[in-house]
């Protein structure tokens, strides 16, 4: 039996994606070849890059605006890293909305002076912190758009005059934002845009060169750029599927209409963990994530229950993370409203059972 799979990541893709990645793999374009057994320099190939690279932009809105998007290796915690060895000179903001947040800082602080502008540490990164003030004279300001481990989603970006450097991991292509707004955005593929083992990376061009300290050429992004993802062997198989995935993400209407399913599936469940006098929700209700959504028992002796009844209802992937406790259910764009109703329905069971 097909799984309900709530995994946080790697997580669920699109049934047709992966089919037709299991094609690919025994036959790719009729070539007699596998997609993984020929050269990243074939036009097979690069082909596969350049449609990636141009669907990334075009579900952002960032086509001919003077953006690139590259294909990296190394995960978001290389962009930890990577961000403040291209952009931070002197100083930089962040802001600290939990786990991922909090190790995006501690890289930095290997490049300069990081001013954290408030932090929800104090009650265990359950809310986004407002009303902080971000420094003028900062080379940039970053911050994480969705909260994974906590469930928490930034829905108001503040208006900086400094770049705006942001981790999108689990929420890139969920929902409708302003990107113009941002000069860099990275995100793991493996939460919501296809298999580990490759990371997205949107950068506007006019950005980099301003820093006086030599970078590795691995990690500096202008050699991407200049080689379009292809200055060392990419991960092809992982690119491969990411653009299968964003092919999938256009042929359901785009981000767009996307963002409305996610909107209606999010919206049922808070419904329920509302109504439910068994649940509590963990994070503040103005701050909740449309893509991770994190409660708790309201009483755990009911715990071994609660998880028999998923279980026997093909529920997967639904256990919290170690530092939040309680459940996690991951709700990308390709879990279908059914998973999510399926849930529902074993939490009011589980309700009237207890
Ligand atoms: C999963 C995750 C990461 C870490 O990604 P890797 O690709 O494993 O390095 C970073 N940030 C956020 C928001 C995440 O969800």
Known sequence: MKKHNFSAGP??????????ASRDLLDFNGLGLSVLEISHRSKDFVAVMDKACALALEHLGLTDKGYTALFLQG???????????????????????????????????????????????DRNFCYIPKNYTIPEAVDYFHCT??????????????????????????????????????DLIYAGAQKNMGPAGTTLVVIKNDILGKVSRSIPSMLDYRTHIDKESMFNTPPVFAVHVSMLTLEWLKAQGGVMAIEKQNKMKSERLYQEIERNSLFSGFADI????????????????????????????????????????????????????????????VMSEFERKA
């Open 145 to 182: 758009s969705n909260n994974t481990i906590f469930g928490t989603q930034i829905h108001s970006f503040p208006d900086t005059t400094q770049p705006l450097v942001c981790d999108m991991s689990s929420d890139i292509f969920s929902r409708v934002l302003d990107f113009s707004k941002f």
């Open 11 to 20: 997580s669920i893709l699109p049934r047709e994606v992966i089919e037709q």
């Open 286 to 345: 103005a701050d909740r994530s449309m893509m991770n959504v994190t409660f708790n028992l309201t009483d755990d002796q009911h715990k071994e229950k609660f998880n028999t009844l998923c279980q026997e209802a093909g529920i997967s992937g639904l256990n919290g993370h170690r530092s939040v406790g309680g459940y996690r259910a991951s709700i990308y764009n390709a879990l279908p409203l059914n998973s999510v109703d399926t849930l529902i329905e």
């Open 75 to 121: 995960g978001a915690n290389t962009q930890f890293l990577m961000a403040p060895y291209n952009l931070l000179e002197r100083s930089a903001a962040y802001l600290n909305t939990g786990t991922w947040a909090s190790k995006a800082i501690k890289e930095a602080q290997l490049f300069g002076q990081v001013h954290e502008v408030a932090s929800s540490k």
